[in-house]
Structures are given as C-alpha cells and as structure tokens.
T-cell receptor
C-alpha cells in the first residue's frame, strides 16, 4: 500500500527566507506527483504537477523536484512571503495498469511565514 | 475559478438521515473522484469514476454510494449518516493525457456535520 510522508509537519520562518518542503513515498510505481496548497477551510489549489518521467517543474518562485527511484520529492519556495502561509500537500497518483486510480496524499506541511 | 462546483457547501444533518452531495464540472474531464478530509488523517479516496458507466471503489467506500448521472455530474450519497462521517468532502476531476495522466482539479469542498 502506498504511503506518503511529509516532513516537517509544521514550519515557521521569517519572510524572505528560501525553504524546502519534503515528501517521500513508499512505492515508486507512480504516474505523477502533484503539490497542492490548501488555505484554512478551503479547497485545494494545484501548484505543480511532475510526470513520472520528469525530474522537476517550476512555476514562479516554486520549484518541485522528483526522484522516483528513491521515492522523494521536494518543493522549494524562494523568497517566502506572508501570503505563502498555508498547508502544502503532496500527492502521488497510483499506477493504473490494473485500473486503479486516485491520489494518495501526505498529511501536509503547515507553513507560517512571519512578516 | 468555478470549473468544479459542489453543493451544498455546508450541511448539518442527524444520525440515520440520507444525504446527497453533488458535484458538477465544466472542464469536460472524463474522470471524477470523491475524497474526504479528516483532521490529522489527510485526504482519502472514497470513489472514482472513469466515465458514466464505470464506477470504482476507493480506500474508504463503506457507508457511501455514488452515481455518475452524466459526464459532468458525480454525486456522493450517505444512505444512513453516522457521526464519524463528519468531514470535509472534496470532488475532483482529471482528464487522460497520454502515458501519464494529467493533474487533478478540486472543488471548494462540502463541510458535512452529522449530529
């Protein structure tokens, strides 16, 4: 059974710092990995999608990497801002050769950027 | 954006009542999903549908049923609600995209409380 772990569970840093969020998964047979942002009581906003054949994706100040063989992904946030405060979720999409589908989520990293 | 909508957004019901949560999408995607989110547990997959004629159970389908009325509509039913079904429920969609499937897009969520 696929398990996704996110470290740290919570992080509080001053504004302007660069930071790294970590995600690990136990089964490397994935189709893709997706990073989401969730604000309190809100839905999920997709940040980055990395296909299984890719090593990284970038969007603005965000960069996500994927090392499928070791079961790891990182989300790098450059020059953090208070508006980046949210919970960040990592999710892997299972291999659907047998018809299975859906995302397996980590429990998230709760990020606070101090002004 | 309102590409994936969920109704109702909030619902309070009593134990034993039947309740239906509805999801509609304008993205033209063929795949739809229902997840629930519990504090400390992350998101878990309840059901997913590849198309109108294809419904599949996820990790935690017991106590739930679904109906795919059309490509754009996917409903989740609780036949006899119980308090431990109190959670935040999300609908999501995705489309096929070559050898690796594309990203999932989430609705705003329905907060369900069962008393």
């Amino acid at each position: 059974k696929q398990e996704v772990t996110q470290i740290p569970a919570a992080l509080s840093v001053p504004e302007g710092e660069n930071l790294v969020l970590n995600c690990s998964f136990t089964d490397s047979a994935i189709y893709n990995l997706q990073w989401f942002r969730q604000d309190p009581g809100k839905g999920l906003t997709s940040l980055l999608l990395i296909q299984s054949s890719q090593r990284e994706q970038t969007s603005g100040r965000l960069n996500a990497s994927l090392d499928k063989s070791s079961g790891r992904s990182t989300l790098y946030i450059a020059a953090s801002q208070p508006g980046d405060s949210a919970t960040y979720l990592c999710a892997v999409r299972r291999y659907s050769g047998g018809g299975a589908d859906g995302l397996t989520f980590g429990k998230g990293t709760h990020l606070i950027i101090q002004p | 954006d309102a590409d994936v909508t969920q109704t109702p957004r909030n619902r309070i019901t009593k134990t034993g009542k039947r309740i239906m949560l509805e999801c509609s999408q304008t993205k033209g995607h063929d795949r739809m999903y229902w997840y629930r989110q519990d504090p400390g547990l992350g998101l878990q997959l309840i059901y997913y549908s590849f198309d109108v004629k294809d419904i599949n159970k996820g990790e935690i389908s017991d106590g739930y049923s679904v109906s795919r009325q059309a490509q754009a509509k996917f409903s989740l039913s609780l036949e006899s609600a119980i308090p431990n079904q109190t959670a935040l429920y999300f609908c999501a969609t995705s489309d096929r995209g070559g050898a690796s499937y594309n990203e999932q897009f989430f609705g705003p969520g329905t907060r369900l409380t069962v008393l």
